[in-house]
């Protein structure tokens, strides 16, 4: 059975919740795809859909936050906005987004660091690209 596009989405947005969420009392290396995708309602065979090694949570969820956080700034009257405001504005933005998941991160990013070939699965070129993007469409 295919889903839509929104609710794709909201099954994603249900795994971040849920990895932050989970985080917050365990390490990201103890969590499991199966604890997780449990916590965010959704079948494990989804979860594994979206998102196929642990790992790829991490560049998943950058993405997300870039995406958000691009969308947020473009919301603003950038075009009232100096060069530096607009990127100002993007990296405000994208704290604000990530703060609520500050032990996602700090787990994950030791996680990745005591495994660095977990690291090589793991794609935030994506991310990288959006922010290039979007800095090139304002300048």
Known sequence: MRISKEQRKKNIQSVFKAVILLSKDNNFASLTMKSIAKEAGIGEATM???FPKKES????????????AISMTKKEQ???MTFTEVF????????D??????DFFK???QALFINPIAL???????TKERQRSFIEEEL
């Open 120 to 126: 090589a699965h793991t794609s935030i070129s994506s």
């Open 107 to 109: 787990d994950s990013v």
């Open 78 to 80: 950038i075009s009232e």
């Open 48 to 50: 594994y859909n979206y």
């Open 57 to 68: 949570l991490i560049s998943g969820y950058l993405d997300w936050s870039m995406e958000e």
């Open 97 to 102: 987004l990530l703060e609520p998941s500050k």
């Open 88 to 95: 100002h504005s993007l990296i405000e933005n994208h704290i």
